[in-house]
Each structure stands twice: as C-alpha cells, then as structure tokens.
C-alpha cells in the first residue's frame, strides 16, 4: 500500500510536503503512510486519490486494500509483529481526526494520561504477552507524543476510570506514584473531565471491557485477541447509553482528586516498606 501511494504521488509530480500541503496533514503523515509506519483508512486513501487524480478504478482498489489492512491490523497477532511503536502510530492517526473522545478503562491508566514509566512497563507485559516486537523507547516516546492533542482547545476528552483500575499495580509503587501525580495534574486541564468511580460507589453494569468513542460516529473496544471497530448507528448508540450510564455513578474535580490521592498516599506508604 504505501509503495502504491508514493507511485502514484510520484506520477502526479507532488513532493511530500506538496502532497501534505494540499490535504492539509502534517509532512511526517505522508512519510509514515509511504513508509508503512502507520495504516491508510478509508478517508485517507479518498483524500490522497483525489489530490493527485487517480483514476476510479485505482480509487477502489486501494479502497478494497485499506479495508483487508484494517481486518488484519485489527487482530493482535498482526500489531503484535508490525511492532509496538507502529501501533501508536495508527492510534495517533485515528485520534488526530476526532474533536470528542469518550474513554471508559476498567483495569488500566488511560493511554492519553499514562506517564514515560508507566507506559514503559505497560508495554513490558505486552511485549511477554503477546511477542510484539520493537523498541520499547520508540513505542513510549509515540505515547507521550499523542499525548499533545490534550493541549488542544478545539478538542474535549471524557475519561472515566474506576478506582480499580488506579490501584491495578502493573508498575513499582514509586512509579505508581508518579502516575497518580500525573493524574492529579490533568484534572487541572481545561479539555479534559476526569471522572473516577470510587469503590464504595456501585457501578450500573459490569465492566467487562474498555471502550473509546470517537465523536458521535465510531467506536473501538479493544478485547485480549483483537480490537473491534465499528460506525454501525446502533453499536455507538449503544456504547455512549453505556458511558452515560458510567458517567452518572462517577465523581469529578475535588471528589476526583480525593480518591486519587488516596491512592497515592497508599502506595506511598508501600514504597516505605
């Protein structure tokens, strides 16, 4: 695929930065789709077609190839091998094209907001889980990199946590630490509403998985063996009746940072033992 769109950028006489110019994308987007570093959509392969007048019939071939890329990307023997930090990459390129984020993660620190550390020994467990390949630095330092869009004024993110997923101890206690701060640090931040669901609260269905909403139109729900990703009208309905539900049992602002720091301060007195 990306040997394919360089050609055809070639042919149309466009530089990257020409290509990225007229689609309005950052340069470093047309070197990552060319270079397979991160996968074209659907949009993406419209958009390309169109700035440098494909032909039809070369329109739904490439469309007909970002569809069997997306089946296959979506199983995690596939990002598994194509590597930790090309993972990122195509998250990266997924959030870039949403304003509004609503993010529910029952055992996990939400990506968006894990620290350097934190993320480090995430990928530590993926790495012996699943044998994903790559550079555990290059596959953090993309992380951190996505996590500029939270800067973003033009953009709103929702996040909503359980307290057991805080106290899911996947790092050392000083590392957990340090994650606690970081979440008490973003609830300062304008675009985002951190909303934690203490232990004493009940919750109104089971949390068997994570789930992000992507504006009103698409939703993903990773699972242990592959991530769904659907448009379908009724499965995103039915995922933001799910997040209001969760949204309602939730606390925000002072309550939030109440019950992190609660858990800060416990795993405080672990790092003294």
């Known amino acids: 695929m990306g040997i394919r769109l360089r050609q055809l950028r070639e042919t149309a006489g466009l530089s990257g930065k020409e290509l990225a110019e007229l689609l309005d994308w950052q340069p470093s987007k047309v070197s990552r789709l060319e270079n397979a570093r991160q996968s074209a959509t659907d949009d993406d392969v419209s958009a390309w077609a169109a700035a440098v007048r494909a032909e039809p019939e070369e329109l739904a071939e490439l469309k007909e190839r970002a569809a069997a890329i997306e089946l296959r990307r979506s199983d995690w023997r596939h990002w598994a091998h194509s590597g930790l930090a090309a993972s990122q990459e195509d998250v990266r390129g997924q959030e870039a094209r949403a304003t509004l984020f609503r993010v529910f993660e029952p055992g996990v620190i939400i990506g968006l907001l894990q620290t350097a550390e934190y993320s480090r020994h995430v990928f530590l467990t993926l790495k012996r889980e699943y044998g994903a390949t790559g550079e555990l ?54 675009t985002i509403e951190l909303g934690i669901i203490p232990f004493e609260q009940q919750h109104p269905s089971v949390p068997l998985t994570g789930f992000w909403l992507f504006d009103n139109d698409q939703v993903l729900v990773p699972t242990r063996s592959k991530e769904v ?38 795993y405080a007195k672990q790092s003294q033992l």
């Not at 499965?235 to 019950?259: I, L, P």
């Open 229 to 266: 990703r659907t448009s379908e009208r009724q499965d995103v309905e039915f995922y933001a009746r799910v997040f209001d539900e969760y949204h309602k049992v939730a606390v925000y602002g002072e309550e939030a940072r109440s019950v992190i720091m609660r858990v800060n301060h416990d």
């Open 137 to 190: 630095d290059a596959a953090v330092r993309v992380r951190m990199q996505r996590q500029e869009i939270l800067y973003d004024a033009s953009r709103t993110f929702r996040f909503i946590m359980p307290e057991a997923a805080l106290r899911t101890k996947l790092a050392p206690s000083q590392v957990m630490q340090g994650q606690m701060d970081r979440l008490l640090a973003v609830t300062t931040l304008p």
